[in-house]
Antibody, heavy 121, light 111 residues
Framework: QLQLQESGSGLVKPSQTLSLTCAVS??????????WSWIRQPPGKGLEWIGY???????YYNPSLKSRVTISVDRSKNQFSLKLSSVTAADTAVYYC?????????????WGQGTMVTVSS | QSALTQPASVSGSPGQSITISCTGT?????????VSWYQQHPGKAPKLMIY???KRPSGVSNRFSGSKSGNTASLTISGLQAEDEADYYC???????????FGGGTKLTVL
């Protein structure tokens, strides 16, 4: 059973760069037909798609965040990462990594448990 | 403002049925049969309940069903149970420029 686990700094200062990693276990990140995704949820609010990276390495980002976001893959470690630059308090949220399964059901079928990131000085 | 519009809250008594709507545009819900629904209990990660408008993943109760008409998708839960009380989010593919959009979420209260 494939599992995802987020890790990274839980506290980031304003104007700095948020960095998170999602470790993939129980399967290969290089398998075709999947997009490896980041989704966030500010406290008490709804879900916001940040972006994803295909197994091919192509990336797609939310237009509202595109100028600040980078998603990358490290195949040797079977993990993918998120970098969000120039953060403000509005970036405070629980950050989830998730797999978008294009093969079988065209949806986010596996999620990590989420990690809280607070932007504060 | 979320790209897809959902009611903020719905409620129902045990055993009843409820429907949650998800209204998008001709660029997302109206153009693709790639609408999915997620259930989220407090403090937990979302769980996939419906994919491709009306299909259920293995292990999801058949009390959950989905449909779509035009730019509006719907999630229906029949035979409400206390454990169904949660937040529900719709999601749609929106083409190569935007890719994925979520609804603002609906809080379901089982009375």
């Amino acid at each position: 059973q494939l599992q995802l686990q987020e890790s990274g700094s839980g506290l980031v200062k304003p104007s700095q760069t948020l960095s998170l990693t999602c470790a993939v276990s129980g399967g290969s990140i290089s398998s075709g037909g999947y997009s490896w995704s980041w989704i966030r949820q500010p406290p008490g609010k709804g879900l916001e798609w940040i972006g994803y990276i295909y197994h091919s390495g192509s990336t797609y980002y939310n237009p509202s965040l595109k100028s600040r976001v980078t998603i990358s893959v490290d195949r040797s470690k079977n993990q993918f990462s998120l970098k969000l630059s120039s953060v403000t308090a509005a970036d405070t949220a629980v950050y989830y990594c998730a797999r978008y399964n294009w093969n079988d059901l065209s949806a986010f079928d596996i999620w990590g448990q989420g990690t809280m990131v607070t932007v504060s000085s | 403002q979320s790209a897809l519009t959902q009611p903020a809250s719905v409620s129902g008594s045990p055993g009843q049925s409820i429907t949650i709507s998800c209204t998008g545009t001709s660029s997302d819900v109206g153009s693709y049969n790639l609408v999915s629904w997620y259930q989220q209990h407090p403090g937990k990660a979302p769980k996939l309940m419906i994919y491709e408008v009306s299909k259920r993943p293995s292990g999801v109760s058949n009390r959950f069903s989905g449909s779509k008409s035009g730019n509006t998708a719907s999630l229906t839960i029949s035979g409400l149970q206390a454990e169904d009380e949660a937040d529900y989010y719709c999601c749609s593919y929106a083409g190569s420029s935007t890719d994925v959009v979520f609804g603002g979420g609906t809080k379901l209260t089982v009375l």
